[in-house]
C-alpha cells in the first residue's frame, strides 16, 4: 500500500526565514505533485514532478523529487507572509490512477 | 473562464435527504475525479471516470454514493439518505492525461444538520 508521509505538519516561521517541507512515499513511483490550498479554498496545483532529479522553481518556491531516495522536498526562500497555507504532496499510484496523499503541512509566516 | 466549475458551492441538507452535486471539468480533460476532504485532512478518492466509464471507485464509498459522467463531459455525484458524517467539502478535478496534474474545482461545502 501506497503511504505519503510528510513533514513537519505544522511550521510557524518568520518572514525572510529559508525552510524546506520533506515528502517521503514508500513505493515507486516516478511522479509527485505539490499543491496549495488556501483555508476554506480548493486546491491550487503549485508543481508538477515527473522524473528523477527534477527541480522546479516558481518564485520563492522550488521543488525537487528524489525517486530513488522517494523523497520530494519543497524548499522555501525567504517567506513572506502571503506564503501562508496549507501544502499538500500528492503521488501517483503507477497501477492506477488514484492520487495518494499526505496529510499536509499547514505553514505560518509571521510578519 | 475555463477551469473546473462546480455546482453549488454550499449546500445544507437535513438528515436523510437525498443531496447532487454537479461538475464542470475543463472542456478538453477525458479524466474527472470526485474527493472528499474534511479539515485538517488530506483529500480522499472517491471514483474516476474516463470520458464516460466509470474505472474506480473507492472501497470506502458507500452504496449511497453514486456518479454518473453520461456524455463524458459534466459528472454528477448523489449521496443517497444523507448522514453526518458526510458533512465535508467534495472536490472536483480533472486531468488530460496520466501525469500531467489534476485541476481542482472550487468545491462544494455540505454540511447535514
Known sequence: ELKVEQNPLFLSMQEGKNYTIYCNYSTTSDRLYWYRQDPGKSLESLFVLLSNGAVKQEGRLMASLDTKARLSTLHITAAVHDLSATYFCAVDMVSNYQLIWGAGTKLIIKP | ?113
Open chain 2, 1 to 113: 473562464d475555463t477551469g473546473v466549475s462546480q455546482d453549488p458551492r454550499h449546500k445544507i441538507t437535513k438528515r436523510g435527504q437525498n443531496v447532487t452535486f454537479r461538475c464542470d471539468p475543463i472542456s478538453e480533460h477525458n479524466r474527472l475525479y470526485w474527493y472528499r476532504q474534511t479539515l485538517g485532512q488530506g483529500p480522499e478518492f472517491l471514483t474516476y471516470f474516463q470520458n464516460e466509464a466509470q474505472l474506480e471507485k473507492s472501497r470506502l464509498l458507500s452504496d449511497r454514493f453514486s456518479a454518473e459522467r453520461p456524455k463524458g463531459s459534466f459528472s454528477t455525484l448523489e449521496i443517497q439518505r444523507t448522514e453526518q458524517g458526510d458533512s465535508a467539502m467534495y472536490l472536483c478535478a480533472s486531468s488530460l492525461i496520466l501525469g500531467t496534474g489534476q485541476f481542482f474545482g472550487p468545491g462544494t461545502r455540505l454540511t447535514v444538520l
